[in-house]
């Protein structure tokens, strides 16, 4: 299973090689970049569904990382947006 590391900023993955992250922003999804993907979790969710859903979104990352064979996951997320 893959490493989940979490980071402050996006310029801390290495991109000398494949790599799955999960963002925030403003709707859910899956992209690639490259032979990389992107997961992002919906981030005007309020509070406590956004940590559930985030939950969902990493474990969805660490499967794509064990299909793909990358070794970590990264997270670099900002809090829910508050109303």
């Known amino acids: 299973m893959a490493n989940v590391r979490r980071i402050e900023s996006l310029k801390e993955i290495p ?3 494949k ?3 999960v963002t925030s ?3 859910s999804g899956l992209s690639r970049d490259g032979e990389s993907f992107v997961v992002t979790a ?3 969710l309020p509070p ?3 940590e559930s859903h ?4 990493i ?4 499967l794509i990382a064990e299909r793909e064979r990358i070794d970590t996951v990264y997270v670099c997320v900002e809090s829910p947006r508050t109303a």
């Not at 985030?54 to 979104?57: K, T």
């Open 48 to 50: 406590n569904e956004f």
């Open 15 to 17: 991109r000398d090689r």
């Open 59 to 62: 474990s969805d990352a660490e």
């Open 54 to 57: 985030l939950e969902v979104m």
């Open 42 to 44: 919906d981030r005007s």
């Open 19 to 21: 790599y799955v992250v």
């Open 25 to 27: 922003g403003d709707e």
